[in-house]
């Protein structure tokens, strides 16, 4: 993160939906730099619930059960607080947020672009009514700052290699228009009230203790378990693959840097890779891995690169994890942590999210 910027002692962030891939992550960066963290969270989605209930997850739900326990672990090492709460219900998010907090990140969503196209009214419950929640109550309290996290996904298919915060959106799928909605409805509240409040749009994240089931993933432990990748794409098709770590560091300074007012970022690496990069730097760790590619079945949109110079130029956001160190280190993990845990996989069905 950018030298110059520093967070202040006391100051305090509630996360809405914070137990999640993301949420966790933020939650480990921020206490780590003396911030008070609190996550409100139900646990009912992208959790153990989901692992219990969706087909194609339950055959690793021990696996996923046992990253979703670290991430508790970590959280209740650093001192995070918990609240269980329904963000859905507007009395709890108004309870809640009688508190003062200097942040408040909202990630409460079906962070899964399939799941959100197969269950609609699921992905409206758990991502419009905790938004219209929190914006009701923010929007009277301009001290606090809304952190809003949307999608590269709001872009729809890429008319060109690369696109900025300019650039005109076409929502491809549900889980693209209920954010597109979002960063919207934030743009016209904002018009008629105090709403203090920023949107960051990452794309194709990876990292420790995800469950979300990105490409990034399923190649990795299809590798592992000594089994053909399958990607249901095209050869040239592009990701801007983005750390964990570089967006909780984007998180974080449009949560506090005074130029994060009401202004809307790309948090992402910055520089589209193929798809297939992936194989590549897998093959440093699993030299006898197979790949077949076949016809496009995804849910997601095709993309290529999201400029991030407004983030670097306003809130002086530096990437630091090109696809080849950060991956690395994410295959490493699953490495060292087999070695300690034990890990077999089952079958994985492929897609690109």
């Not at 009514?129 to 929190?134: G, K, R």
């Not at 549900?174 to 509240?189: N, P, R, S, W």
């Not at 299809?222 to 053909?228: E, I």
Request: charged share 25%.
């Amino acid at each position: 993160m950018n030298s110059s910027f520093a967070l202040k002692p006391g100051q305090k962030v509630l996360l809405i939906g914070g137990a999640g891939f993301i949420g966790h992550n933020l939650a480990l960066e921020l206490r780590r730099q003396g911030v008070d963290v609190d996550i409100a969270d139900g646990f009912r989605v992208n959790s153990l619930l989901n692992l219990s209930i969706q087909d194609d997850e339950t055959q690793d739900i021990d696996i996923y059960k046992g990253f979703l326990d670290e991430r508790l672990e970590l959280l209740r090492a650093s001192s995070t607080e918990f609240i269980i709460s329904n963000a859905t219900d507007r009395y709890e998010v108004s309870k809640i947020l009688e508190k003062h907090y200097d942040v408040v990140y909202l990630l409460a969503a079906v962070s899964h672009a399939s799941r959100s196209n197969s269950d609609p009214v699921g992905a409206l419950q758990n991502g419009l009514l905790p938004f219209v929640n929190v914006v009701s109550e923010l929007s009277k309290k301009p001290n606090t700052r809304l952190v809003y996290l949307s999608s590269s996904t709001v872009y729809g298919h890429f008319t060109k290699d690369s696109v900025d915060e300019s650039d005109t959106c076409n929502p491809y799928g549900m889980y693209a228009v209920l954010k597109h909605v979002g960063e919207k409805i934030l743009f016209e509240t904002g018009q008629n009230s105090e709403l203090n409040y920023s949107v960051v749009r990452p794309s194709a994240l990876y990292g420790e203790r995800c469950i979300s089931r990105r490409v990034s993933q399923i190649f990795l432990e299809n590798a592992f378990s000594g089994r053909k990748l399958v990607f249901k794409g095209d050869k040239e098709e592009k990701l801007d693959f983005t750390y964990i770590q570089d967006l909780v560091q984007g998180l974080i300074l449009a949560g506090f840097h005074e130029n994060g007012y009401r202004e809307l970022f790309n948090i992402t690496f910055g520089n589209a890779r193929s798809v297939l990069s992936l194989v590549d730097i897998l093959r440093e760790y699993f030299p006898k891995l197979e790949l077949e590619v076949t016809e496009r079945d995804q849910a997601t949109p095709l993309r290529g690169t999201l400029l991030n110079t407004k983030a670097k130029k306003l809130l002086g956001f530096e990437p630091q994890w090109c696809l080849e160190d950060g991956y690395a280190s994410y295959i490493r993990w699953y490495l060292q942590r087999s070695k300690e845990r034990g890990m077999v996989f089952n079958t994985i069905s492929q897609t690109n999210e």
